[in-house]
């Protein structure tokens, strides 16, 4: 069976670590270069009940999309979770590789397994890198179009299906902002925390805008400034993106659970890994997706 060095190749061939944003730092968190890898597991997070079951599975190497290292730790002694983490990989002999923001910006990565599973067609990359040795375009996020326009409101059930039927099945439903009867057709999507590219998505006109993690202050804000750019096209009067031509307020909102919408990137990366582990190496690993819901919350109450 191949190492666990040429699997991380092939990794960071298909997810390159240069795409990462400059505060993230995936690829290799735990292992032994020299380790065969029989097994790859994937899940959402390094958590230790994900941890438990990929060591009671067999694997030789745990892909994760969220670091188990997030921002700055200076031990990893007993003293914590996150040392107890790294000590039952070594023990296990099961390495350990983050996925991040380098696989939401990669071909066939976050972005775009999302936006396929909503049915955008015409894709292109919300934030754009330039890098001309891809196989297709990348960058953070991706801006599609609908085969037909559609109800925002029959949107975001479809949102809401998808999510839980190719992510995970999580507590937290959706969040939707907007007229859900106004006919909506260009999209964009950014799976994770997204309110810090507002101002990208309403410079792209588009008619809705699918994330996470959207905080009342901000959120409140986009919706607040597109509805007086609305207000004011109505008057002839053109200031930004906020509003197509039909007056009605753009971009809508849609709020989805972080780690599930993050997870449908394992319907592709289940079967581009291996895969490509196999052209390199001329060995197929088995693989296994860990479904389990990963987000904090167990309970949501609605009206």
Known sequence: M?????????LETLYPLRYAEHWDEPGLIVGDLSAPV?????????????????????ADLLVTHHPLLFRAVHEVSGLGFRGDIVRRLNQNRCALWVGHTNADASVRGVGQAAADLFGLVDQHPLVPIDDPNAPGPVGLGRIGVL??????GDFARRVFT????????TAQGIQVC????????SVAVLPGSGDSLFDEVRAAGVDVYVTSDLRHHPA???????RYEARMRA????????????????????????AAIESMWFNYAIEDVPEAVERATGERPEVTWLHDTTDPWVMSITQ
């Open 2 to 10: 191949p190492n666990l060095k040429a699997v991380v190749d092939v």
């Open 220 to 226: 409140t804000d986009a919706i607040e400034q597109a």
């Open 38 to 58: 029989r097994r790859i597991v994937f899940a959402a997070d390094p958590t230790s009940a994900i941890i438990d079951k990929a060591i009671e599975a067999g």
């Open 147 to 152: 085969p037909e326009p559609m109800r925002l």
């Open 178 to 185: 907007g007229e859900l009867d106004t006919l909506v057709s």
């Open 235 to 258: 008057q002839g009067i053109a200031l930004g993106q906020g509003s197509a031509g039909d007056g009605q307020v753009r971009p809508f909102l849609i709020n989805t659970p972080h």
């Open 162 to 169: 998808q999510v839980n039927d190719y992510g995970m099945v």
